[in-house]
């Protein structure tokens, strides 16, 4: 649900003031000063699945402190941590130092995923039962696993779990050394390109597995045309499967490149125009189940390293809703509330947690303003029991 001032025909009451234990819904004034609320959003927190937190093994870049306090600001109430640290988490005991931290320094819930393979080397299975009751479900992110029977194992004991598979899609034969996208500015540029062909072709083959294993199977920042239309058939076969994409893959195109450099190094690599706006149109159709920013931090000195050795990755918990809103809301693909689908309940609901009903809150906790028709109320959070407890989050959209 979306309560924005601009639309209280809607939605019945629009978004005041408040803080981190109350929020009035109203319009007015506190203590006699105005306030515009014309670009105030309340909405239920988002939740990523996809985000690189760095710890342990890589401080430097992140640590889950500042992630988590970057997830916060920019909406997020839950993220699902990936796996390529060091250790990897292949077990419970190299899972437990990022659980300690989690603990210690997270100021929003995290998840973290399980490797699906040692080291996620991509030969031998992680711990997988050991790690099951930890984890949101298993990832070698950063990493396609090459082989069939390795992967074929592996969603066997996940669905053997009730733990789904989420694939980072790359077949490492079809990489042929490159490093951005194999299209246009690649070649005009003097750039070794990564085909297509390199992503989609490893999901066929998972595909042809998920048939196979019954395993409930998500993909990974989806950025191809030929991945969107194998997902889409996929689904109408009836396949447990389930896709992602990220700001970046809507909102910028390889071209991207002339502009911001390496910052704009990725992988999977910014694609053509063409598969830019094959994924919003999957996004627009439910072809693609939720939005993930991949947020992946690193150092401007490994930035500045230049295309071929800067490591891939872009930051993206802090703007991902601004971004988004404004190429798939303000670009008439999407409305609102299948936005805060694709950014909160979807992705809640496919990691099993509950969905976020702002509405039932409010009819049963939120008082009347004295004097005020009813469609001003204020809701004291204190009052909300823990049975009942919601994620609020509260967004200037005009910053």
Request: with cysteine; net charge negative; proline share 4%.
């Amino acid at each position: 649900m979306v309560a924005a001032a601009e639309n209280m025909q809607a939605f019945g009451w629009d978004l005041f003031s408040g803080n981190r234990d109350s929020v009035f819904l109203g319009s007015g004034s506190i203590a006699g000063d105005e306030l515009d609320i014309s670009s105030f959003v309340v909405l239920p927190g988002f939740v990523d699945v996809h985000v690189h937190l760095r710890e342990p093994g890589f401080s430097y870049k992140e640590t889950i402190s500042s992630g988590t306090l970057a997830a916060a600001h920019g909406g997020y109430s839950r993220v699902c941590a990936m796996p390529n640290l060091d250790p990897a988490p292949d077990s419970l005991q190299t899972l437990a130092p990022q659980l300690e931290r989690i603990r210690t320094d997270a100021v929003i819930d995290v998840t973290p995923y399980g490797a699906i393979t040692a080291h996620r080397g991509g030969r031998e299975l992680a711990d997988m039962e050991q790690l099951a009751p930890y984890v949101a479900g298993f990832s070698d992110d950063g990493s396609g696993v090459q082989d069939a029977d390795v992967m074929r194992a592996a969603m066997r004991k996940a669905a053997s779990l009730g733990k789904l598979i989420a694939a980072h899609c790359e077949d490492n034969t079809l990489l042929h050394g490159g490093y951005i996208h194999d299209g246009a500015y690649a070649r005009a540029h003097g750039h070794k390109g990564i085909s297509s062909e390199s992503e989609w072709r490893q999901l066929e083959r998972d595909l042809e597995l998920v048939r196979e294993t019954g395993c409930a199977y998500h993909m990974c920042h989806v950025s191809t045309k030929e991945s969107v239309a194998l997902i889409r058939r996929a689904k109408a076969q009836g396949l447990d499967v389930t896709c992602e994409t990220a700001p970046h893959y809507i909102a910028l195109n390889d071209e991207a490149l002339l502009k911001y450099g390496t910052l704009a190094k990725m992988n999977p690599p910014l694609r053509s125009e063409a598969d830019r706006q094959a994924t919003i149109a999957a996004v627009a159709d439910g072809t693609v189940d939720l939005l993930a920013t991949d947020h992946a931090p690193h150092t401007m000195e490994e930035k500045e390293l230049g295309f071929l050795d800067a490591p891939n990755g872009i930051i993206g918990l802090e703007c991902a809703y601004g971004v988004c809103h404004k190429v798939l809301v303000d670009g008439g693909f999407i409305s609102d509330e299948r936005l805060i689908e694709l950014m909160s309940t979807g992705p809640a609901e496919l990691m099993g947690h509950d969905k976020t009903d702002i509405t039932a809150v409010l009819d049963d906790y939120a008082d009347a303003v004295p004097g005020d028709d009813d469609t001003k109320r204020v809701l004291d959070l204190g009052r909300v029991p823990e049975s009942d407890q919601v994620d609020l989050v509260v967004l200037n959209t005009g910053e």
